[in-house]
Antibody
Framework: EVQLVESGGGLVQPGRSLKLSCAAS????????MAWVRQAPTKGLEWVAS????????YYRDSVKGRFTISRDNAKSTLYLQMDSLRSEDTATYYC??????WGQGVMVTVSS | DIQVTQSPSSLLASLGERVTITCQTS??????LNWYQQKPGQAPMLLIY???SLQTGMPSRFSGQYSGRSFTLTITSLEPEDIANYFC?????????FGGGTKLELK
C-alpha cells in the first residue's frame, strides 16, 4: 500500500523558514516524479513544485521561485520542501503527491506574526 | 501557463441524478488530465487519470471523456457518498494547473 506522510508544518513568522518532509513507502520511490501541492483555507488546489525521479530537474510556480527548494533523498524515500522567506500568502495545507496519483494527508503551514 | 476553466463552480443535484462537470483547457494537452474528489478535511482522491481511465477501486458510475480541449467528468447516478468537491488537473506541462473546483451538493 502506498503511503505518503508529511511532517514539519506549523506556525512560523513572516520571513522565517520551514522545511517539510514527506516519507514515502509501499512503492519504489526512486522511480517516481514527485510534487508538492498546496491548498489555502477554503480555496482550491495549487501546484507548488515538482521534481523528477532522479532529482535532476525541478520545477516551481513563479510565486515561490527563489524562496522554495524541492529535493529528494531516494535512499531514504523522502521528499522535501525547504521554504524560506515565508509570506502570509504561503499559509496553506501542503500535500505531497506521487505523480498526482497518490497523496499524503497534508501538513498545515501557517505564516503569521 | 495552461489555463484550466472548470464549470460549474457549484452544483445542486438529487440522488440518482446524472451529473456532469467540465474542464476546458487553454491549449491542447492531449489526454493529460486527471479528475479528483475531495471531501472536507481530506486529501484529494484520484478518480480518473489520462482523461478516461477509471482509477482502481473507484465506482464505475464515474467516467471521463474528452474532445479536443474539453474534458468532462460524469457521475451516472448520484449517490450520497459522492457529495464532495471535484477538481481537474492538467499535467501535460509545468506548471501543473488545476481547475477552480466544483462543489457538489444535494438538492
Amino acid at each position: 500500500e502506498v503511503q505518503l506522510v508529511e511532517s514539519g508544518g506549523g506556525l512560523v513568522q513572516p520571513g522565517r523558514s520551514l522545511k517539510l518532509s514527506c516519507a514515502a513507502s509501499g512503492f519504489t520511490f526512486s522511480n517516481y516524479y514527485m510534487a508538492w501541492v498546496r491548498q489555502a483555507p477554503t480555496k482550491g488546489l495549487e501546484w507548488v513544485a515538482s521534481i523528477t525521479n532522479s532529482g535532476g530537474s525541478t520545477y516551481y510556480r513563479d510565486s515561490v521561485k527563489g524562496r522554495f527548494t524541492i529535493s529528494r533523498d531516494n535512499a531514504k524515500s523522502t521528499l522535501y520542501l525547504q521554504m524560506d522567506s515565508l509570506r502570509s500568502e504561503d499559509t496553506a495545507t501542503y500535500y505531497c503527491t506521487r505523480s498526482g496519483a497518490d497523496w499524503g494527508q497534508g501538513v498545515m503551514v501557517t505564516v503569521s506574526s | 501557463d495552461i489555463q484550466v476553466t472548470q464549470s460549474p463552480s457549484s452544483l445542486l443535484a438529487s440522488l440518482g441524478e446524472r451529473v456532469t462537470i467540465t474542464c476546458q483547457t487553454s491549449q491542447s494537452i492531449s489526454n493529460n488530465l486527471n479528475w479528483y474528489q475531495q471531501k472536507p478535511g481530506q486529501a484529494p482522491m484520484l478518480l480518473i487519470y489520462y482523461a478516461t481511465s477509471l482509477q482502481t477501486g473507484m465506482p464505475s458510475r464515474f467516467s471521463g471523456q474528452y474532445s479536443g480541449r474539453s474534458f468532462t467528468l460524469t457521475i451516472t447516478s448520484l449517490e450520497p457518498e459522492d457529495i464532495a468537491n471535484y477538481f481537474c488537473l492538467q499535467h501535460y506541462s509545468a506548471p501543473w494547473t488545476f481547475g477552480g473546483g466544483t462543489k457538489l451538493e444535494l438538492k
